[in-house]
């Protein structure tokens, strides 16, 4: 099927019904908290380098207000379009829900491919649009409140809470109107790796459970399982690390130009420092190089992990996919017919919206940051290490013998800004993917993970709608 006939918004809402039939709301209140609440569709024009104007196609949908501000990324990409934003903020909006971040779902896009630009384009791009969304009261810390996505980063952050600060002079709480921000000027440690670590947290707990791994004939742990993981962006990369680091073979990478597979494994990033070396991962020295991207999805693994665009896997490919679990990574990258097709043949698929909802989390803890004005841990650092140490030599003194220098080191460690964020994002990440499989061993109707994670996401949003009285 073309990206032209595919409607991702369909998609999701296709779930979404899928899903509402195992729910008892109201038929109006689902229709409500299915659908979009505004969409911001907008035009400007940007002077390039060269001289020429172009006319600029971006987008902000605010799915859903049912508690503010609204929350998601801003996406540079030249398949851009308003049906791609819709679905997106969507899944924003169910993501937060399930981890329980208390924000509603909003998406952005800009219609440019980032690499036909210079950066200094690309910052005018950025301002520009930034002043569109303050212009229309779409963007503020108790508003809406964008991040990355796919194709932007710490630096376009930057550029938006810079242009959102000059114009909004003398507001406190200013450096909180966007996440994902450089350390700098505000950002949390810990962001940028968070996606990644999320769906590593995230599957590492769904491949501890003893009946769902006896289910596909598979071990419990992460060691040893062979991985796929399609893109190496911010996401992918970061997925990639941490499967290796905890004892995953990662036996297949693939990017848009190609893939590459060795069945021994591959390092991401050997691979990563190459293709930044030669501008393609083909011909890594010590694996076979598959010149067709879309075939290393098909190769022989326990986990494939999808972590770049939407509709990647479809009906046409999914019966010839061989993992035993399909990790989420990016959002929306199976179509509804590839689940139907996964479900038939017992497949694991791990859902996208509360997978890599490890991202969103931490946003939230950086927004709460920049709220308080006060980085994670300057409180409490010193007086936990004045304390272990004097718990310890206590202990030293009754016992008579002396703990060892790397544990007491280890023992006596106040948390710093990154110990808690870690762990805040791996308190999350477990709980949810209990929740979610709690609701679906309950309700042994439902028929896969995706859905019982609508089931759990429809749930705490009707909640919310019934408790502001809105739906009595
Ligand atoms: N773009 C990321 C996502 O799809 C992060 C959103 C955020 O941090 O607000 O979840």
């Not at 991702?8 to 729910?23: L, Q, Y």
């Not at 440019?112 to 950025?126: C, D």
């Not at 689940?339 to 927004?367: C, H, Q, R």
Request: proline content about 4%; overall charge negative.
């Amino acid at each position: 099927m073309s990206n032209q006939q595919y409607s991702f918004f369909h998609s999701v809402e296709k779930s979404f019904d899928k899903a509402a039939k195992f729910t008892k709301w109201d038929k109006g209140l689902l229709e409500q908290i299915k659908a979009c609440n505004s969409i911001y569709s907008m035009r400007f024009p940007v002077k390039m380098d060269d001289g020429r104007i172009e006319v600029i196609e971006a987008y902000r949908v605010q799915h859903s207000q049912h508690k503010t501000p609204c929350k998601g990324g801003i996406r540079f990409s030249d398949e851009v379009n308003q049906d791609e934003v819709m679905a997106l903020a969507s899944l924003m909006t169910y993501k937060c829900a399930i981890v329980n971040v208390p924000f509603g779902g909003a998406k952005g896009g800009i219609r440019i491919n980032p690499r036909n630009h210079s950066s200094y384009e690309l910052e005018k791009i950025t301002r520009r649009y930034t002043a569109e969304l303050v212009k229309k009261n779409f963007i503020g810390p108790g508003i809406d409140v964008p991040a990355p996505d796919y194709g932007t980063g710490e630096r376009e952050m930057a550029w938006i809470v810079d242009t959102y600060q000059s114009l909004k002079p003398g507001e406190i709480d200013a450096a909180g109107c966007v996440t994902g921000k450089p350390i700098s000027q505000g950002g949390v440690n810990g962001r940028r790796e968070a996606t990644g670590l999320g769906v590593f947290f995230g599957v590492r707990e769904v491949c501890s459970m003893k009946d769902v791994m006896g289910k596909l004939g598979l071990e419990t742990g992460i060691k040893g399982k062979r991985v796929i993981v399609q893109g190496l962006g911010n996401v992918g990369y970061h997925t990639a690390k941490f499967f290796r680091e905890n004892g995953a073979i990662l036996v297949g990478l693939a990017e848009y130009e190609g893939a590459l597979y060795n069945a021994d494994g591959l390092n991401e990033e050997d691979v990563f420092q190459y293709r930044k070396k030669t501008g393609s991962i083909l011909n890594f020295p010590g694996a076979t190089s598959i010149a067709h991207s879309a075939e290393a999805l098909e190769m022989d693994c326990d986990i494939l992990i999808p972590a770049a665009l939407e509709n990647v896997v479809n009906g046409d490919n999914a019966p010839r996919i061989k993992a035993k679990i399909i990790a989420e990574a990016a959002n929306g990258p199976l179509t509804p017919e590839a689940d139907e097709v996964f479900a038939s043949k017992g497949v694991l698929v791990i859902p996208d919206m509360y997978l890599n909802a490890g991202g969103v989390t931490v946003s939230y803890f950086e927004w709460l940051k920049n709220l308080s004005h006060v980085r994670y841990g300057r409180m409490e650092k010193r007086f936990t290490e004045n304390m272990n140490s004097h718990i310890l030599s206590q202990i030293e003194e009754l016992s008579g013998k002396q703990v060892g220098q790397k544990e007491k080191q280890f023992i006596m460690h106040g948390p710093d800004e990154i110990d808690l964020v870690h762990s805040g994002l791996e308190e999350t990440m477990i709980s949810a993917t209990r929740e979610i499989m709690d609701i679906w061993k309950n309700n042994p109707a439902i028929p896969d993970m995706r859905t019982a994670a609508y089931v759990c996401a429809i749930n705490k949003v009707a909640t919310s709608y019934t408790e502001l009285g809105i739906f009595p």
